[in-house]
Every structure is written in structure tokens, then in C-alpha cells.
């Protein structure tokens, strides 16, 4: 099986390179990190999950790369993912060098989760274009692949235009590092089919799941794409075995846990171990 786990709120008062070893020890797959960079104090958008009001937890997020650079230094094999990369709050030129830089110095270990946000407020601050963030997070998938691929690379779009530039290092994947949508939105499998790698969801069931993949199955072959190429990655579940064996029967390739929290190492080594007893030993 292909378990991840991903990080707790708040996420900045465990060490990274804690978290990361301790998950590679225990066999875990993949280790993925989320972001919300700022959190207004007065939003009129509802928290997804609730309808309600934010929590107060969506104010201690880190910076996911910051913590996957850390977490790389100290593990060999573990793949270190973002679960979600708001493309819409990024520069694409400097997250494609971010992005680079990482897969290189992991020598081929990045996968990129990327969403487009549901927090108005937050987008806005952030400088993104709310009601059209699918079209400028396209044409920042769009950037970055060109920055990846090619030697001298240029963009003319509505929201990037930039001449022939040079950007180095190259991602050690090839021809990048995969890139996975996450959300359930209307036309997200034919967006994954089109300009990713995988489907990230979350708040699905097994059943949606074998939904989901038999639709993107066809529309990859209708697209002239190998449906085995793009996989599926259900995330944010409960230490579950049997729930975990559910998605993987309906076609999810990964699942990724949510643990916990705990305020101090020695805990949260030991969650990281009770989950692991359940799921993967």
C-alpha cells in the first residue's frame, strides 16, 4: 500500500525533519505539507467542510516548502508533496525555481498537490484573481512546465507575459515533477487529464472514488493519454484499514492519513507509530 501521512495544525511547532525521519522510519510513503500564508480576520466565505467560520487552526499553517527542503535533508526515500500548493497566491517564475530546487536537492522526490483555494479574501490579499483563479492557475501550470522543459523559455498569456528567459536548475524528474489537482470541482477530471498528473481529493468515498476513476479513465484514452498515467491520491482520511483497503479497491493508487496532533516530539512520534501499527504493519 501507498500511505502518506500529512502534517497537524498548528504546523511550525513540530520540527519537519522530525516528522519526515519518523515517517520514513516507519515505512510510511509520503509526508505532505499544506498552506494558507495568511487568514483574514473578517471573511464573509465559508469554511468548506461546515459552512461556518474558519477555525482559528487555519492560522498556524507553515510554509510548505520551507518545511519539505528541511524534511529532505534528513530522509532518502520518503516522496515530499505539497497537499495543497495554492498556484493562485504564487508567482509561477519563482515557484518553478522553488519547485526545481527542491526536486533536485531530493533527488526526484517532489510531487506537487496544487488547488486553486476556496478563501476570497485570501486570494485577493494574496493578489490572485478570485473568480477566474482556474484560468490563472492554468496558465501558471503553463509557465512552469515551460520553465521546466525548455532552455530558453517564454509566455504570452493574460495574467504571465514575459520575453525568452533562462531559468536554472531543471527539475531532476522528467519531463517535472508530477503535478496533482486537488478539489472536487465540475470539470477537475478533465482538468487532470488535460495538464496534470493525478487527482487529489478529499472529502470523497470509495464509491465516488470508482466513480471518478472509470470517468477519468475515459476521458484519458478519448484524450490519446495512457489512463495509468494519471493516479489517484485520496487525502486527509482516518487511520482506517479497512476504509484505506476501500479506496484502493475503487482505484486510488495513494491515501494519505490525517494524524493527530500532538505538542512535542515524543507524542507525536507515538501517533505516528499507532497509525502505522493499523495501517501499514
Given at each position: 500500500m501507498s500511505i502518506g501521512t500529512s502534517i497537524p495544525l498548528p504546523a511550525y511547532t513540530l520540527d519537519p525533519a522530525f516528522m519526515a525521519r519518523k515517517a520514513e522510519e516507519l515505512g510510511f510513503e509520503s509526508i505532505w505539507y499544506a498552506e494558507h500564508p495568511v487568514v483574514p480576520v473578517t471573511s464573509a466565505s465559508p469554511f468548506p467542510s461546515t459552512g461556518g467560520e474558519i477555525p482559528e487552526s487555519y492560522s498556524h499553517f507553515t510554509d510548505p516548502y520551507i518545511a519539505l527542503a528541511r524534511a529532505s535533508a534528513v530522509t532518502a526515500t520518503i516522496k515530499l508533496c505539497t497537499g495543497i500548493t495554492l498556484i493562485p497566491e504564487r508567482n509561477p517564475l519563482l515557484l518553478a525555481k522553488e519547485i526545481s530546487a527542491l526536486d533536485?536537492?531530493?533527488?526526484?522526490?517532489?510531487?506537487?498537490?496544487?488547488?486553486?483555494?476556496?478563501?476570497?479574501?485570501?486570494?485577493?490579499?494574496?493578489?490572485?484573481?478570485f473568480n477566474h483563479r482556474w484560468t490563472q492557475t492554468r496558465e501558471s501550470l503553463e509557465v512552469m512546465k515551460e520553465l521546466?522543459?525548455?532552455?530558453?523559455?517564454?509566455?504570452?498569456?493574460?495574467?504571465?507575459?514575459?520575453?525568452?528567459?533562462?531559468?536554472?536548475?531543471?527539475?531532476?524528474?522528467?519531463?517535472?515533477?508530477?503535478?496533482?489537482?486537488?478539489?472536487?470541482?465540475?470539470?477537475?477530471?478533465?482538468?487532470?487529464?488535460?495538464?496534470?498528473?493525478?487527482?487529489?481529493?478529499?472529502?470523497?468515498?470509495?464509491?465516488?472514488?470508482?466513480?471518478?476513476?472509470?470517468?477519468?479513465?475515459?476521458?484519458?484514452?478519448?484524450?490519446?493519454?495512457?489512463?495509468?498515467?494519471?493516479?489517484?491520491?485520496?487525502?486527509?482520511?482516518?487511520?482506517?484499514?479497512?476504509?484505506?483497503?476501500?479506496?484502493?479497491?475503487?482505484?486510488?493508487?495513494?491515501?494519505?492519513?490525517?494524524?493527530?496532533?500532538?505538542?512535542?516530539?515524543?507524542?507525536?512520534?507515538?501517533?505516528?507509530?499507532?497509525?502505522?501499527?493499523?495501517v501499514i504493519r
Open positions: 533536485r536537492y531530493s533527488d526526484g522526490r517532489f510531487v506537487l498537490g496544487i488547488g486553486t483555494g476556496w478563501l476570497r479574501e485570501e486570494t485577493e490579499i494574496m493578489g490572485g484573481d521546466w522543459t525548455k532552455e530558453e523559455a517564454e509566455y504570452h498569456g493574460r495574467y504571465f507575459d514575459f520575453p525568452p528567459v533562462k531559468s536554472y536548475p531543471k527539475p531532476v524528474q522528467t519531463p517535472h515533477p508530477p503535478i496533482l489537482i486537488g478539489g472536487l470541482a465540475r470539470n477537475v477530471l478533465r482538468r487532470v487529464v488535460a495538464h496534470a498528473d493525478g487527482w487529489l481529493p478529499n472529502r470523497v468515498t470509495p464509491s465516488q472514488v470508482a466513480d471518478s476513476r472509470a470517468q477519468m479513465d475515459a476521458m484519458a484514452a478519448e484524450a490519446g493519454r495512457d489512463p495509468s498515467s494519471l493516479n489517484i491520491s485520496v487525502y486527509g482520511q482516518e487511520p482506517d484499514r479497512a476504509l484505506i483497503q476501500s479506496f484502493l479497491d475503487a482505484g486510488a493508487n495513494r491515501v494519505v492519513i490525517r494524524p493527530e496532533f500532538c505538542d512535542n516530539e515524543e507524542d507525536m512520534g507515538r501517533e505516528l507509530e499507532r497509525i502505522a501499527d493499523v
